[in-house]
């Protein structure tokens, strides 16, 4: 197995990703080589290649929703065989002796996790992620894919689903709780899919009643239109949870007046932009105003184990490698239903037994 491999990365902020080779580690004791069937596009990964979150590491390979098949395990390994179908997030390491890491909570690690691409691995190389043939991977942050799930429905889970699934579980998403799910896109609609098998009474706020038949069946029972301004009026202190997907800049202040008394709005949309708050949108119903980052390994695999349960993938468009640069114009217009899944197979152009 070579471990030179094709990918796809961003030079720099402002041009197309373009073809690229990256080099692997050796398989290491505690590693696992993974053959890349699938990987989800997240709009987390275009902030990052246009350099929306602070400078860059180029080339970026992005990827963090990975669905694939081990192909090699390290001497040490003992959760894992070649064969196996498994899935990588957004993390690849982590100090795994901080108090969140014994916790289960490596996302909050103490000091400061390793995440799946453009961040400094603990080899001191940048991590590069799933817009690839291959990935070497710490066994500790490898989630194993139900069989119940296919790969390409399984991808988005591993940001899609975990970012969107801790929220609703840490603010107790389940049946009496009134749940709404701001923009519905890869996270949103998984927001949706996940909150209703909870058992919540699900409420889309979009910002048009275009994807109304879709949010409907994905579970939700009521669907308004945000660019609507009675929409504020007709829902004011109706909800338990409001969880914010929303990759652009929101007025916090009219969607916190549509919350109950201790109502929680949670965002995990993290636009480049701040966002301000008046006072009284949170004192006067004691609201809580919330935020939270995908999710450890532990909850990852039991959020994978949930999807199997209740037959939940992602509701996905695949595409070739070389539709990239057009998926990403699609994200932007919000014009996704609602997460590309990028089909590796023709990085094989030049493939070295990968
Ligand atoms: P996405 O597929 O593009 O979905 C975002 C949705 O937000 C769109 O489909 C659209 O929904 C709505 N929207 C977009 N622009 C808007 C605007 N100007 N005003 C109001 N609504 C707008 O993106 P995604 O992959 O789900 O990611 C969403 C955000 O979450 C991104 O900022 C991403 O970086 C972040 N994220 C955070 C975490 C975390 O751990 N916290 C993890 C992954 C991603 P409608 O068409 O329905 O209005
Ligand atoms: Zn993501």
Known sequence: MSNTVAAYAALSAGEPLVPHTIELREVGPHDVRIDIKF??????????????????????????????IVTAVGSAVTKFAVGDRVGVGCLVDSCGECVNCRRGEEQYCVNGNVQTYNAVGR??????????????VTERFVCRIPDG???????????????????????????GKRVAVVGLGGLGHMAVKLAHAMGADV????????????????????????????????????????????????????????????????????????????????????RVLAGSIIGGLRETQEMLDFCAEHNLGAQIEVIGVERINEAYERVLASDVRYRFVIDTSGLSQGRSNG
């Not at 989800?40 to 602070?54: A, Q």
Request: hydrophobic share 45%.
């Open 123 to 136: 080899d001191g190389k940048i991590t590069q992620g799933g817009y690839a043939q291959s990935v070497v």
């Open 203 to 286: 409420t889309v706020l979009s910002q048009s009643l275009k994807k109304r038949e879709d949010g409907l069946a994905l579970g939700a029972t009521a669907y308004y239109a945000t660019e609507d301004p009675d929409t504020f009026t007709a829902l004011a202190g109706s909800f338990d949870l409001i969880l914010n997907t929303v990759s652009a800049p929101l007025d916090l202040d009219a969607y916190l007046g549509l919350l109950a008394v201790d109502g929680v709005l949670s965002t995990v949309g993290a636009p480049a932009e701040p966002m301000s708050v008046h006072a009284g949108s949170l004192l006067f119903q004691r």
């Open 149 to 175: 799930l296919a790969l390409d429905v399984a991808a988005p889970l591993l940001c899609a689903g975990i970012t969107t699934y801790a929220p609703l579980r840490r603010w107790g998403a389940g049946p």
């Open 39 to 68: 990987a989800g596009i997240c709009h987390s990964d275009i902030h990052t290649v246009r350099d929306e979150w602070g400078p860059a590491n180029y080339p970026v390979v992005p990827g963090h929703e990975i669905a694939g």
